[in-house]
């Protein structure tokens, strides 16, 4: 089973910045938690990915909460190209065996 | 483009035949993990191949088997097909057998009639 809960869909107004929730209370200490997306037919992107400071790259930006219990995915400036499905994963820990476990993700439809 | 190629892209089968997928994955990873999606579903963990060497399973019964080559390539063969084997199959690499990151290919859609 996912360690994660996320909203099933949200959507968002094309150049506003969507922000896609993930729960994931049963995070231990060194779990990672990271994003990945997958736009229709195609196979799952890589997006962005922490353990407990916010990160930043070209795509996204991810902010974690102090108690690590859940994330925030943050697309700033939304296109129609960014619609997809979202998925948080959380990996790592001791029984790391690089298995990622999706859940069913949050839909994101970007409208203009 | 993440340089990880699938073949074919798609295929139709019949109930009980046997299938071949095959993946390229991206030059200097060296592990290869096989996902299966079904339709509306996340993908799920088939199995990894570190090194030629399976190292990790996911709950699927051993008509679904693999291979990884010298070159870091990988087949997924798939035996006595049955009608919920349908399915998206991903193939992804990643540059060590733990990091997170990995590298997804468009996929293989595999139709059992």
């Known amino acids: 089973d996912a360690k994660t809960t996320q909203p099933p869909s949200m959507d968002c107004a094309e150049g506003r910045a969507a922000n896609l929730p993930c729960n994931h209370s049963?995070?231990?200490?060194?779990?990672?938690v990271y994003w990945y997306r997958q736009i229709h037919s195609q196979g799952p992107q890589y997006i962005i990915h922490?353990?407990?400071n916010n990160e930043t790259n070209e795509m996204a930006s991810l902010i974690i909460t102090e108690d690590r219990k859940s994330s925030t995915l943050i697309l700033p400036h939304a296109t129609l190209r960014d619609t997809a499905v979202y998925y948080c994963?959380?990996?790592?820990?001791?029984?790391?065996?690089?298995?990622?476990?999706f859940g069913q993700g949050t839909t994101l439809q970007v409208k203009p | 483009e993440t340089g990880v190629t699938q073949s074919p892209t798609h295929l139709i089968k019949t109930r009980g035949q046997q299938v071949t997928l095959r993946c390229s994955s991206q030059s200097g990873h060296n592990t290869v993990s096989w996902y299966q999606q079904a339709l509306g579903q996340g993908p799920q963990f088939i199995f990894q191949y570190y090194r030629e060497e399976e190292n990790g399973r996911g709950n699927f019964p051993p008509r679904f088997s693999g291979l990884q080559f010298p070159n870091y390539s990988s087949e997924l063969n798939v035996n006595a097909l049955e009608l919920d084997d349908s399915a998206l199959y991903l193939c992804?690499?990643?540059?060590?057998?733990?990091?997170?990151?990995?590298?997804f290919g468009e996929g293989s859609r595999l139709t059992v009639l």
């Open positions: 994963i959380v990996i790592g820990g001791s029984s790391n065996t690089g298995k990622l476990i």
């Open positions: 992804a690499s990643r540059p060590t057998k733990t990091t997170g990151e990995l590298f």
């Open positions: 922490g353990l407990k």
């Open positions: 049963t995070i231990s200490g060194n779990e990672y």
